[in-house]
């Protein structure tokens, strides 16, 4: 069922999808370590995890950055967030496929928990909680950021990510409308708004046209 009242967002009786505890370091880690899929106050110090990691990229540099280097958002986040840039395009390889199997609906692949192993190695090899959250911000930036480029180039308005999911209070699983609040709501509101609509611009921006994606569905 899909609801077009966005304010459920908002509304603590909605909540994350349930995501049991798991052994790293592979997605089901990897869900179960993030802020995307938690509540109440291990939510929050998660949260907190990743507006400090976005506290220290300057929205104005990343644009610059992205119009500069002329290649795709993950590459280019990645630098920003201190990652060895000869191994950028390795990172956004792994990402895309952690981006297959990141949401609690999608089957978890052998493939992508490679993927994810990987990825704890080359942010740092502990697979704790800040690891966990800054893979996740690189994995929500793929797919989202490529489907903005897309809609800013043509002019569309519609949200690059159309919904969302939550649990009713009567146990059942619902999808919410993102049309009016694109950037969600409530607790789990995208942190990284204002970077992504910067590493859009300057990828937009960049010499070579950089490849877009169709708007997620």
Request: net charge negative; charged share 20%.
């Amino acid at each position: 069922m899909t609801s077009r009242n966005h304010a459920l967002l908002a509304d603590p009786a909605y909540t994350m999808p349930v995501v049991p505890d798991a052994a790293p370091a592979g997605v089901a880690w990897l869900r179960a370590s993030v802020a995307r899929f938690s509540a109440g106050a291990v939510h929050e110090r998660r949260r907190a995890l990743v507006v400090a990691d976005l506290d220290r990229i300057d929205p104005q540099h990343l644009r610059e950055r992205a119009a500069r280097d002329g290649r795709g958002p993950v590459e280019v986040l990645a630098e920003a967030l201190g990652l060895p840039g000869e191994l950028a395009a390795s990172i956004a390889a792994d990402v895309a496929v952690v981006a297959t199997a990141y949401q609690p609906h999608t089957a978890i692949t052998a493939e992508a928990d490679r993927a994810v192993a990987r990825l704890v190695r080359v942010c740092g090899g502990v697979a704790d909680e800040a690891t966990a959250n800054r893979i996740g911000l690189l994995v929500q930036a793929c797919d989202a950021t490529k489907a903005l480029v897309a809609h800013l180039a043509s002019g569309r308005s519609d949200p690059p990510v159309p919904r969302t999911r939550r649990v009713a209070p009567d146990g059942t699983m619902i999808e919410i409308d993102l049309t009016e609040t694109p950037y969600g709501l409530g607790p789990h509101a995208c942190p990284a708004h204002t970077h992504a609509q910067s590493l859009a611009s300057g990828l937009l921006e960049a010499p070579t046209p950089q490849p877009t994606a169709p708007t997620p569905t």
